[in-house]
């Protein structure tokens, strides 16, 4: 094949470069059948008389014109079968690269549409099993996009409601203070910077969220030994604990077993369960125990604060949604700590889970898997 005749076959389309591959496989075929039998036919013909006249039949003078008649009759029956099995096998070959363009044209259209915006489109089954593997690929791919896209919809009108409120009250202090209705002071200045230490943490925390969402948080799942960590935190948060507060205890083994974990994301999501039950538990125990069942070792961090309504268990772990509507913004935190930590927790391959009554306390508890 020349360069200008295979470049002239890359320009051809799909149907096309199919349709004419199983032409040109057909026309092989022919010519190889065609040679072989005009070359071994006749031979074979002359070795079946020679055969026959050593029986005792007397073909010698006829021998010539039946060597004739059949090759007339090879002819004409290969010229049949050249011409029926080449109208077949085109017929054949049109409608396979047809059938297979079809479904190659349908999945160019759902991807077009997909490409302009429209996320709901997917592709059809195909009887094709390959291009039933490439439909179902696609087709979860285009789930897995349209879940970040409405997540990213959803995150982007919480971010814009959460920022709105301490950004209107900076702005107000901002004009009230370049008008002269208000003096400056220390109190004016301090509540500025509570503020802007608010839309800090506030945007911080978005960040690590759409990270964890969209699967972008780096992970370093590896065997770890999780007391040090806790036996740090419990000193830690100790430290933070008033005198007339609450007492913070523990209940779990000096040999705790190897678990599959990030140690830094496990000591996040401890940081945060334990920073909400300082804050809403004035009076009583915070307790850390950790016990292993199965495959799992659990953590559990259980406080005798305010209690979570039942009605609202279902909701903890939404974005920007607090149980208790007194606890506003002001209480210090961003509302998204806990959907951080469900994310966090399960990308560990673990689970994250509430129990709580109104009055009496609340237990968050996760797992993570053994080593």
Request: charge should be neutral; hydrophobic fraction near 40%.
């Amino acid at each position: 094949m020349t360069k200008t005749s295979w470049r002239w076959t890359k320009s051809l389309p799909l149907a096309s470069r199919l349709f004419l591959s199983h032409l040109v496989v057909m026309i092989v075929g022919l010519i190889s059948l065609v040679i072989i039998s005009k070359v071994s036919s006749p031979r074979f013909f002359v070795l079946h008389l020679e055969r026959l006249e050593s029986r005792g039949l007397r073909l010698i003078n006829i021998r010539t014109e039946l060597v004739q008649g059949f090759e007339i009759a090879w002819q004409r029956s290969t010229l049949w079968s050249v011409i029926v099995g080449t109208t077949a096998a085109g017929g054949l070959s049109y409608w396979v690269s047809k059938r297979i363009m079809q479904r190659l044209t349908e999945m160019e259209q759902i991807t077009q549409k997909f490409a302009a915006g429209h996320l709901e489109a997917r592709l059809p089954l195909s009887d094709i099993p390959e291009l039933n593997r490439l439909g179902a690929s696609f087709n979860r791919m285009a789930a897995s996009l349209e879940g970040v896209e409405a997540r990213r919809r959803e995150l982007i009108g919480d971010m814009t409601h959460e920022l709105r409120t301490p950004l209107t009250v900076v702005r107000g202090y901002l004009e009230e203070l370049a008008d002269g209705e208000i003096e400056p002071s220390p109190e004016i200045y301090q509540r500025l910077a509570k503020e802007t230490r608010r839309l800090e943490r506030l945007v911080n925390d978005l960040q690590e969220l759409s990270k964890a969402e969209a699967g972008y948080l780096p992970i370093n799942i590896q065997p770890v030994n999780l007391y040090p960590l806790l036996e740090s935190l419990v000193e830690k948060f100790t430290d933070q604990l008033l005198e007339d507060g609450p007492v913070l205890r523990t209940e779990f083994p000096l040999q705790l077993p190897l678990v599959l974990a990030d140690i830094d994301r496990t000591e996040q999501v401890l940081v945060n369960l334990l920073g909400n039950a300082v804050r809403y538990t004035t009076k009583g125990t915070i307790t850390i125990r950790a016990w292993s069942e199965a495959s799992k070792l659990w953590i559990e961090v259980a406080d005798t604060g305010i209690g979570i309504a039942p009605k609202d268990l279902p909701n903890v772990f939404e974005r920007f949604w607090r149980a208790d509507q007194s606890r506003d913004r002001y209480s210090g935190g961003t509302g998204i700590g806990l959907t951080i930590s469900r994310r966090l927790v399960e990308l560990q391959g673990g689970q994250i889970q509430v129990k709580s009554e109104m009055g009496i306390g609340s237990k968050f508890r996760f797992f993570l898997p053994l080593a």
